[in-house]
């Protein structure tokens, strides 16, 4: 099989969802291999725009499978949501497999993420306060309800037992409030017999797949700078969006993984707390957030926007293993008159070129910049990589190399046309 994986190549909100979207037509199954509902997705069909956060964004295509892996922490009133709202659309949708190994988030979980933000004060991450964090925690302290538990005798007990030991934290900890047992019960009563139909082995599921030469995408969410391992730690996501988080999210060994793919965009945002090199301030800031209507897709945040940092995309490819890059959201530089690209740090009187696993390197590190001049056109009905102005194409062309990486393909606006291939017909999944 060549399973391909596609995965943010900066701190998330890259346009993956439109992407895995658009790749998922040449795909027969698409897997979500980690995170949670602080994931969002947008994917504009027809001009309608629809928000996924945890459903993996290839539901719109009814003939594909669609899979939430182990590696995924699901928050079953949410996803249920979702989906819900995607039905009362009218919209047909794909198969859906969850994974029974896949951890719940429960109620405790988003409490106990809010009562850990509040006490960490200056040093706080600004996570999205979904639960998440603390749900993979339990998972690693081995006290994490996972999906497939709900299939079998006891649950019930069990979560009383949970409930009674996280309230102690909420309670004598955080002097936040705790819950009765019966309340989460009866919470998750209605959600067990929506999941139980859902639930099965979904790494078996991927090897008959696989067995049948199916293509499979892998789907990552978060983005690189936001690894628990490789991202700019602590001000991280709990879980491994990079591409081996793949193999041990959805249950594949890496020879499933025939090529990864890493999307960025043209400039960089982030949400959240946590080191920025190439950030800008006030008005630069805000027009490059307006004119990439950049606001959370799950929390509404303003995001921070900065230049496109080179010296993250090249380690980004690397501890990905890329083969492939695509840039997004290219069109909203159309109007600005020069862009910059930060290739290398100075810092401490020296340069460098590699990304420091230091955040107090990184905090002293001075972005250098290089300057090139902007195309001040609309390129948003452009579909031929020939025909964008040609100052576009040498922007393209130096993150290339710069980062080390061919760039595959080009987004131009959120619609699924919006989409330019740089070598049309050879086909973006290899
Ligand atoms: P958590 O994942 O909610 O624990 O948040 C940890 C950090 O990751 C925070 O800075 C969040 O803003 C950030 N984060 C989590 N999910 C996303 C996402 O999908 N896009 C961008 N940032 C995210």
Redesign the pocket.
């Given at each position: 099989m060549s399973g391909v994986v596609i995965v943010?190549a900066q701190?998330?909100?890259e346009g993956k969802g439109k992407m895995t979207d658009y790749l998922a037509r040449q795909a027969d199954c698409v897997v979500r291999y980690q995170?949670?509902n602080?994931?969002?997705?947008t994917v504009v069909i027809g001009g309608h725009e629809y928000r996924l956060h945890l459903i993996p964004s290839g539901i719109f295509y009814p003939e594909k499978v669609c899979v939430i892996g182990n590696g995924v922490v699901i928050d079953p009133e949410v996803m249920f949501q979702e989906l819900d709202e995607l039905l009362s659309q009218g919209l047909k949708l794909a198969r859906l497999y969850i994974s029974d190994r896949a951890h719940l988030i429960l109620p405790y979980h988003l409490r106990l993420?809010a009562a850990e933000e509040n006490c960490r004060g200056d040093g706080r991450?600004?996570?999205?306060?979904?639960?998440?964090?603390p749900a993979?925690t339990d998972k690693i302290s081995r006290v994490g309800f996972r999906a497939g538990e709900l299939l079998e005798d006891g649950w019930e007990q069990r979560l009383i037992e949970l409930v009674l030991e996280k309230n102690k934290a909420l309670e004598r900890l955080y002097g936040s409030e705790g819950f009765q047992p019966e309340q989460v019960i009866a919470w998750l009563r209605p959600h067990a017999e929506r999941l139980r139909p859902f639930l099965t082995d979904t790494s078996l599921v991927l090897a008959e797949l696989a067995s049948q030469g199916r293509h499979i995408l892998f789907e990552g969410?978060?983005?690189t700078m936001?690894d628990i391992d490789h991202g700019t730690y602590p001000?991280?996501?709990?879980?491994s969006p990079t591409a081996g988080g793949a193999c041990i999210g959805a249950g594949v060994g890496p020879t499933a993984i025939g090529r990864v793919l890493g999307v960025c965009k043209a400039y960089l945002?982030?949400?959240?707390?946590?080191l920025f090199p190439t950030e800008l301030q006030g008005p630069e800031c805000e027009s490059l957030r307006d004119r990439g209507r950049e606001f959370?897709?799950?929390?509404g945040?303003a995001?921070r926007c900065g230049w496109i940092d080179l010296v993250m995309l090249r380690y980004a490819g690397r501890v990905n293993g890329m083969s492939g890059l695509i840039i997004t959201k290219l069109d909203v530089l159309d109007a600005l008159p020069a862009i910059k690209l930060c290739t290398a740090y100075r810092c401490n009187g020296s340069t460098l070129e590699e990304l420091p696993g230091s955040q107090r390197l990184l905090q002293a590190s001075e972005p250098v910049y290089e300057e090139l001049e902007g195309w001040q056109q609309d390129i948003s009905g452009v579909r031929r990589y020939d025909d964008l102005p040609a100052a576009a194409r040498r922007y393209v062309e130096r993150v290339s190399e710069i980062a080390g990486l061919p760039v595959v393909a080009i987004s131009v606006g959120p619609d699924r046309d919006q989409t330019i291939e740089t070598k049309p017909g050879s086909g973006l999944l290899g």
């Open positions: 943010g701190f998330g909100d995170g949670g602080n994931a969002g997705h993420d991450i600004g996570t999205t306060r979904r639960g998440i964090g993979y969410a978060q983005g936001l001000f991280v996501t709990s879980s945002t982030r949400v959240g707390e946590g959370g897709t799950t929390t945040r995001r």
